[in-house]
C-alpha cells in the first residue's frame, strides 16, 4: 500500500494492440457497436505526478505538441478534481514511448494510468463503478486500461471483460511497425461502409478457443476497419508488404492504425525480420504482452 505522505507519483501506461476488431453497426449515439480482443504490451509510457499549489491541473510532455486542453492525461486528472471538487493542483509530467495517434491507445492509457494513480495515492473515495464511469466519459478505450492484460471489449469498447493469461504461445514475440503518419480514428469510422460491418463471430470465436487453450484461426483475427484502412494510406499497405517480404507470416493492423503488428513463435525470427524493417527506415518496436498490476504505481 502506498503512503499519504509522498510527494509525487510515478506509473506507467502500457500500449494496447487489438487482435480482433468486428464493427457491427454505427449506433443511434454516432458510435459503432464493437466487439473486440484488447491485450496490453509491454511498450508504455511514463507519468509522473506531483501536488501544486495552483488550483489546476498543467502537463508537461516530452512531446510538446500534447502541452495541450485536449491531452487526454490532463483531462483524466481534471475529471477527478471535478467529481470529488477538489481544489489540490496537479502537475503531471508525461515522458511519450508510445506513438501517437497510431492505433495503441495510448492517450487512453495515459487516462487511465493517471485515474488509478490518483484513486491509490490520494486514497480518493472512487468505488470502481465511479473510476469506470469516469473512464468512459473520457474515452471508448479508457476503461479497458483500468485493468489492462487481455479482454474482450463490447459496446463501444466500454463494456470489458477480462481474459487474463490466455495469449497463444505463437504469438510470444510481437514486432510493431509504424508508417510515418497518424491516424484519426473519427475519420476512419466516419468513412467506414456498412459492407466491412461483421457479426462479432471473429472475436467470439477467437475468445472461445482462448478460453479453452487453442490457439485461434488466423482467418478470425481479423480486423473490420484494416481493409479501408490500407485502401485510403498507401503508406500502411507498403509497411505491410514490407512485413510480409521480409519474412513475417501473418500481419494485422491494430485499431484504426497506422501501426501493424506481426506476431512470431521464435524471438530469432522477430529479430532479422525488425532488423530488415528498421534498415528501411521504418519506426519498430519488438514487444511482448504485459499483464499490469497495481505495483505499476509508485510513491516516493
Ligand atoms: O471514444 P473515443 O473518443 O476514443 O473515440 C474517438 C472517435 O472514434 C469517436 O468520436 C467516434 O467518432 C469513433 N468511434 C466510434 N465507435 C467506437 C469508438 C470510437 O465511432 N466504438
Redesign the pocket.
Known amino acids: 500500500m502506498p503512503h499519504t505522505s509522498g510527494k509525487m507519483c510515478f506509473v506507467q501506461a502500457y500500449a494496447k494492440i487489438n487482435l480482433t476488431l468486428d464493427v457491427l453497426g454505427r449506433r443511434p449515439d ?3 457497436e ?1 466487439r473486440t480482443l484488447m491485450q496490453t504490451i509491454d511498450l508504455y509510457d511514463t507519468l509522473c505526478l506531483s501536488t501544486s499549489d495552483e488550483n489546476c491541473v498543467r502537463v508537461i510532455c516530452s512531446q510538446p505538441e500534447l502541452n495541450t486542453a485536449n491531452n487526454l492525461a490532463m483531462q483524466a486528472a481534471e475529471a477527478v478534481r471535478q467529481r470529488l471538487a477538489l481544489s489540490r493542483g496537479i502537475v503531471i509530467e508525461l515522458h511519450k514511448r508510445i506513438p501517437l495517434a497510431a492505433g495503441l491507445g495510448g492517450g ?1 492509457s495515459d487516462a487511465a494510468a493517471v485515474l488509478l494513480a490518483l484513486q491509490q495515492w490520494w486514497q480518493l473515495p472512487l468505488s470502481p463503478a465511479d473510476l469506470l464511469m469516469l473512464a468512459a466519459s473520457l ?3 479508457v476503461p479497458f486500461f483500468l485493468t489492462g492484460g487481455l479482454a474482450l471489449c463490447a459496446g ?2 466500454e463494456q470489458v471483460t477480462a481474459l487474463a493469461g490466455h495469449w497463444p504461445a505463437s504469438m510470444r514475440w510481437l514486432l510493431l511497425v509504424k508508417p510515418a503518419i497518424g491516424v484519426s ?2 475519420a476512419v ?2 468513412t467506414l461502409p456498412a459492407s466491412d460491418y461483421t457479426d462479432g463471430t471473429h472475436s467470439r470465436t477467437v475468445y472461445e478457443a482462448l478460453l479453452t487453450g487453442k490457439e485461434p484461426e488466423q482467418k478470425n483475427l481479423y480486423n473490420g476497419l484494416e481493409r479501408i484502412v490500407l485502401e485510403r494510406y498507401p503508406e500502411v499497405a507498403q509497411a505491410r508488404e514490407a512485413l510480409l517480404g521480409a519474412g513475417a507470416s501473418f500481419v494485422r493492423l491494430s485499431g484504426s492504425g497506422p501501426t501493424l503488428f506481426a506476431p512470431f513463435a521464435e524471438l530469432d525470427q522477430a529479430i532479422g525480420v525488425q532488423q530488415q524493417l528498421h534498415e528501411q527506415g521504418y519506426e519498430v518496436f519488438l514487444s511482448r504482452v504485459i499483464y499490469p498490476a497495481r505495483g505499476n504505481i509508485c510513491v516516493l
Open positions: 454516432g458510435y459503432h464493437l487512453s474515452g471508448s478505450d463501444r469498447g480514428t473519427a469510422f466516419r
